[in-house]
């Protein structure tokens, strides 16, 4: 089933995806190569043999096996459903006798949002678990504000945000040609991230690797989708630009907070395992000096010291880091990630928990402080070194290839 309109069209298929000796069975919107909706973004559906596609005759919409294990449903039975559609928009409906929608994809957000469609406060798309674990991005929709966040459990951290110029709720934000656009209750427009280039969009997508934020237009030139717009430019910015315990560089390269031993780390830049580590007795908060966390939650606690702040990340055996503010604020983190440096903190002070006595020799804050300046320099001052050779040799290699060859008889 597709759309008839010029390329790249809407098309829908039931897809089969071959994966560790099972299949992904799930009902699909593609834009062109683009997967722009799934059935099974929030829940896989998996078979051994069979994948199979019914409109039942209550009008319900099914995945099922094999042995007729549903695996997914619209859900509408009994509603009258006579038919799918695929519209022009690229929204996948269920309609009765009066062509009335009774169910359509587009109530069902993933990640992509396509033009034309809006999206209601308290909405948000997601993308799928990164890396079969429980984190994943979200782009949020608030009354305030538009917001991407990083989604641990039951926590979750921003680190991109976008608020309206005018002061007005956000009731709604929709997809037109040139932009996002943040509208009332009325209908009013408040603002709009616009596209940055005179193509018009197509989607706006959030990274299931990255979670940056983009928006999209087709380039008939290169046959493909290429980004008009996109909400971080710099990798460091991005929540997860490298593994756990590292840091992002000035020269946007990953180096580790080799912080818990001194030798011996595995490639996640870690020795052992520090969570569930609390208590005085046993942990203390080390500074980073000229490193900050990108990702941000909400406040755990407000208008304290710094080393109320510490006090309460080593009392709290879940808590690994903690970022405190000049405004008193203190954030307490779950995980280490988003980690980059900076030459200015702006009246941020990062911290991490380390095992009591780690330390020792270095003096308070010290020999921390110390091992971030030489980690850091070390990788940047290793590019300068191999940049710098580079232009020796050749500069050398120049002047003996154009020097007169000495030493030979006449």
Not at 221 to 243: H, I, M, R, V, W
Request: glycine residues 10%; aromatic residues 10%.
């Amino acid at each position: 089933m597709e759309t008839e309109q010029l390329s790249p069209n809407f098309r829908t298929a039931l897809s089969v995806e071959a994966i560790n000796e099972k299949y992904w069975c799930s009902l699909d919107i593609f834009l062109g190569d683009v997967r722009v909706w799934t059935s099974g973004h929030l829940s896989k559906f998996y078979t051994t043999e069979k994948c199979v596609l019914e409109l039942t005759y209550y009008g319900d919409l099914r995945l099922k096996d094999q042995n007729d294990r549903i695996g997914w449903r619209s859900g509408t039975s009994g509603q009258g459903v006579e038919r799918l559609q695929l519209l022009r928009t690229g929204n996948l409906v269920l309609v009765d006798s009066l062509n009335l929608i009774k169910w359509q994809s587009f109530n069902f957000p993933t990640n992509i949002m396509m033009w034309g469609q809006s999206l209601s406060s308290a909405t948000r798309l997601t993308s799928f678990p990164i890396n079969s674990s429980n984190l994943f991005y979200s782009f949020e929709i608030q009354y305030d504000k538009i917001a991407l966040y990083l989604n641990f459990g039951n926590w979750k951290y921003s680190y991109w945000e976008f608020r309206p110029s005018i002061k007005k709720n956000i009731t709604f934000v929709q997809l037109s040609s040139e932009g996002l656009g943040l509208f009332t209750g009325k209908h009013q427009k408040i603002d709009q991230i616009t596209s940055e280039g005179p193509e018009p969009l197509r989607f706006l997508a959030l990274g299931n690797n990255t979670g940056n934020l983009g928006l999209y237009h087709y380039s008939a030139e290169q046959g493909e989708f290429e980004e008009s717009y996109e909400a971080l430019n710099t990798s460091c910015d991005l929540p997860l630009a490298c593994k756990p315990y590292g840091i992002c560089t000035s020269s946007n390269m990953c180096s580790c907070i080799r912080v818990v031993e001194s030798d011996g780390f595995q490639p996640d830049c870690r020795a052992r395992n520090i969570e569930g580590l609390c208590g005085r007795s046993r942990a203390e908060m080390l500074e980073l000096r000229g490193a900050i966390t990108v990702l941000k939650g909400n406040p755990n606690e407000a208008n304290v010291t710094k080393e109320i702040c510490a006090n309460l990340c080593l009392d709290d055996c879940t808590c690994v880091a903690a970022q405190y503010t000049n405004l008193g604020e203190c954030f307490l983190y779950k995980f280490i990630r988003g980690i980059k440096q900076v030459e200015r903190r702006n009246g941020l002070i990062f911290m991490v928990k380390i095992p009591k006595g780690e330390d020792e020799g270095h003096g308070r804050h010290s020999g921390l402080q110390k091992w971030v300046i030489i980690v850091v320099g070390v990788v940047d001052g290793f590019i300068i070194f191999l940049v710098l050779g580079g232009v020796g040799y050749y500069i050398i290699r120049k002047k003996l290839k154009n020097s007169p060859i000495t030493g030979q008889e006449t």
